[in-house]
C-alpha cells in the first residue's frame, strides 16, 4: 500500500519553505559586503597587495593617539579634494588623485583597507573617490567601526608607517554618473523641478534648518531638498553601521525610482549617504561636486530656512 504524505505535513513544509525564502533576502543583506571587522583585518593584515589607509578626523592624532599598525596617513582635506578649487573640498582631478594614490603605493591590484575615527563618514569619502574614477572596488573595504574597533582587542602605534614603493595604479575619467555641479541642482530641482529627480541633504537638521551656520555664509539649504543626517545610520558609540532595517527605515521617504543629487557641507557625510544608498539598492546617486560649501557661499543662490523643503517663496 502506498504511504502518501499527510495533508498537514504538507502545508507545514510549505510555510517554512515561504518563511525561509522570505528571510532569505535579509540575513544575506545583513551586511554591506565591503564592510570588515577587526578579526577580519588581523587575519589579512600581512596579506602582500593589501594597504590600509587611515582618515582621522584630526590627521596628527595618527601619530599622537597612534594608527593600525603600518597604516598609511591620509589627510581628508588636502589629500581628498581640490587644494586650487573654491571650495577646496570640490573633487580631485583624476591626475592629482592617482598621483596620491601611487604615492601611498596603491597598485591596480592592491587591496584597500579605509578606516577612521568618524562612524565611517571620512572613509566613505575616500572610497566613493575610487569608486569615481574607477577603481576595481570588489578590492576595497572599510572597518566598520574604525578606530573603535580595532582598539578593542588591538593595539596602535605611533611610529610612522616604513614607506611603500611608488604605486602603479591607473585611474579612468571621472563617472560622469556619480556626481553633479550646481548648475544641474539648480536646473532640474530649484528651476524646473522635475518629478524624476530628489535632492538629499544629508546634513544634520540643525544645519539643514539654519539653526546652525556652519561652514558658509547663508543658513538653511537648497530649496526642494528632504533631509536625512547619514550619521544616523551609524551607532554613536561603536562607530558601526546600524543594520538594514534602520537604514532602510532611515531612507523611507526617499524614493528609489528616482535620481538622487546629494549633498553636505565638506564632502564626508554624503559620501557616507551614498553608500548607504548604493547598499540598500538605490541605483542613480550622485554626489553634488563641492555641496553646501559651495551653495551655502555663493550669495546669489537661493536658500531655505525651516524644516520644510520649501518656504512660501518656492512653495507656490
Known amino acids: 500500500m502506498t504511504n502518501r504524505p499527510q495533508p498537514?505535513?504538507?502545508?507545514?513544509?510549505?510555510?517554512?519553505?515561504?518563511?525561509?525564502?522570505?528571510?532569505?533576502?535579509?540575513?544575506?543583506?545583513?551586511?554591506?559586503?565591503?564592510?570588515?571587522?577587526?578579526?577580519?583585518?588581523?587575519?589579512?593584515?600581512?596579506?602582500?597587495?593589501?594597504?590600509?589607509?587611515?582618515?582621522?578626523?584630526?590627521?596628527?592624532r595618527y601619530f599622537t593617539v597612534g594608527h593600525i599598525p603600518g597604516a598609511v596617513q591620509v589627510q581628508r582635506f588636502k589629500d581628498l579634494g581640490d587644494n586650487d578649487g573654491r571650495p577646496i573640498m570640490r573633487f580631485p582631478s583624476r591626475e592629482a588623485f592617482q598621483r596620491t594614490l601611487r604615492g601611498w603605493g596603491v597598485n591596480d591590484d592592491s587591496t584597500l583597507v579605509l578606516y577612521d575615527d568618524s562612524r565611517t563618514a571620512l572613509a566613505a569619502r575616500l572610497y566613493y573617490l575610487l569608486d569615481l574614477y574607477g577603481f576595481d572596488m570588489s578590492r576595497v573595504k572599510i572597518l566598520n567601526g574604525g578606530t573603535t574597533e580595532w582598539s578593542a582587542f588591538n593595539d596602535l602605534e605611533k611610529a610612522p608607517a616604513k614607506p611603500r614603493p611608488a604605486g602603479t595604479v591607473t585611474l579612468k575619467d571621472a563617472n560622469p554618473d556619480r556626481f553633479v555641479e550646481w548648475t544641474a541642482v539648480y536646473d532640474d530641482v530649484v528651476s524646473r523641478r522635475d518629478p524624476n529627480v530628489v535632492l538629499l541633504d544629508a546634513r544634520p537638521a540643525e544645519m539643514y534648518t539654519g539653526k546652525v551656520i556652519r561652514h558658509s555664509i547663508m543658513g538653511g539649504h537648497i530649496p526642494g531638498a528632504l533631509n536625512v543626517s547619514s550619521l544616523d545610520g551609524t551607532d554613536g558609540q561603536s562607530e558601526q553601521w546600524k543594520d538594514d532595517a534602520s537604514l532602510a527605515a532611515l531612507y523611507?521617504?526617499?524614493?528609489?525610482?528616482?535620481?538622487?543629487?546629494?549633498?553636505?557641507?565638506?564632502?564626508?557625510?554624503?559620501?557616507?549617504?551614498?553608500?548607504?544608498?548604493?547598499?540598500?539598492?538605490?541605483?542613480?546617486?550622485?554626489?553634488?561636486?563641492?555641496?553646501?560649501?559651495?551653495?551655502?557661499?555663493?550669495?546669489?543662490?537661493?536658500?531655505?530656512?525651516?524644516?520644510?523643503?520649501?518656504?512660501?517663496?518656492?512653495a507656490l
Request: glycine share 8%.
Open 252 to 314: 523611507q521617504a526617499v524614493p528609489k525610482e528616482k535620481r538622487l543629487y546629494v549633498y553636505c557641507h565638506d564632502g564626508f557625510r554624503m559620501g557616507l549617504a551614498y553608500l548607504q544608498l548604493k547598499h540598500l539598492g538605490y541605483r542613480d546617486v550622485r554626489l553634488y561636486n563641492g555641496g553646501w560649501s559651495h551653495w551655502g557661499n555663493e550669495l546669489t543662490l537661493p536658500t531655505v530656512e525651516g524644516a520644510e523643503p520649501y518656504d512660501e517663496a518656492y
Open 8 to 60: 498537514v505535513r504538507v502545508r507545514l513544509g510549505v510555510l517554512l519553505l515561504i518563511a525561509v525564502a522570505l528571510l532569505l533576502p535579509g540575513v544575506l543583506s545583513a551586511a554591506p559586503a565591503f564592510l570588515v571587522d577587526a578579526q577580519w583585518l588581523s587575519d589579512h593584515i600581512d596579506a602582500m597587495n593589501l594597504i590600509v589607509l587611515e582618515v582621522r578626523y584630526h590627521p596628527h
